[in-house]
């Protein structure tokens, strides 16, 4: 657990003690009164873990398990007991805390960075630590930016069709796979999501989500890609979209 590392030399009970009593400023809480909706709190506490991680930041994996962790040890089990059943199930589920980190992102409370990964960071880390300012513009630095901020047709372009040449070349291959084998770590993962997206929206690629036993305590959801029916058809669509460099 890369985001985690400071941690080592710091008490972690204490740690998550705090999180789970974060108060925000407009909307106090308190653990022994009554207590906001389930997944209202989970987001709290989604969010108040992220912004206390730092600039390496955590995946969905990393807080579920620290979540695990943190509920069983002695100092820590009277502030999850307090939580409602829903709360703590969320916190325990990977694709739930998942679900958390997209509707802090959609609040832009929290921003997905990384290459190897998708790591969530707090907002005020995003800004300080990996946000590029350009003009006076703030972008995410990525690949297919140009300095100006631009979007680069040749690099978008020749990205999108060396996605799709992978899925071609590997039916049913894995989004892990497909991200380790081809394109990290010059590529990342946001980045290759981003375009593997797009070839689902314009109908040449079709993604399959399924839910799979690697570890009972961790909950693992692994994705394949292949080519649709349509796929011949649609090639001009993905001309098309390689020409206009569709701006990310």
């Known amino acids: 657990m890369s985001g985690f590392k400071r941690f080592e030399v710091q008490d972690a009970i204490e740690f998550g003690l705090n999180v789970v009593a974060i108060q925000p400023p407009d ?7 009554e207590l906001p909706a ?4 989970v987001d709290r506490i989604v969010l108040g873990t992220v912004d206390a991680v730092g600039p390496l930041g955590a995946s969905e994996l990393e807080l579920s398990a620290l979540y695990q962790k943190l509920a069983g040890t002695s ?5 999850f007991s307090t939580l409602p059943v829903d709360a703590r199930s969320a916190l325990f589920s990977a694709q739930q805390v998942l679900q958390s980190l997209c509707r802090l992102a959609a609040l832009r409370r ?3 960075v990384g290459s190897g990964d998708c790591r969530y960071v707090s907002a005020t880390v995003y800004h300080k630590h990996w946000a590029v300012s350009l003009n006076g513009v703030e972008r995410a630095p990525r690949l297919g930016l140009n300095t100006s901020g631009s979007v680069n047709v040749a690099v978008t372009g020749g990205v999108l069709a060396s996605v799709l040449g992978r899925v071609f070349d590997n039916p049913g291959i894995s989004q892990a796979a497909l991200i380790r084998r081809y394109f990290a770590p010059f590529v990342s993962k946001f980045e290759v999501l981003q375009y593997l997206d797009m070839l689902v929206e314009l109908g040449v690629v079709r993604a399959e989500s399924v839910d799979e036993d690697v570890d009972a305590h961790v ?3 692994a994705t394949y890609y292949h080519l649709t029916p349509e796929f011949y058809g649609r090639l001009p669509q993905v001309a098309s979209a390689m020409a206009t460099a569709p701006n990310f």
């Open 27 to 33: 909307a106090p809480m308190e653990l022994d009164k």
């Open 38 to 41: 389930p997944n209202e709190l």
């Open 75 to 79: 100092a820590a089990q009277g502030v």
């Open 110 to 112: 929290v921003f997905v």
């Open 219 to 221: 909950p693992h959801r």
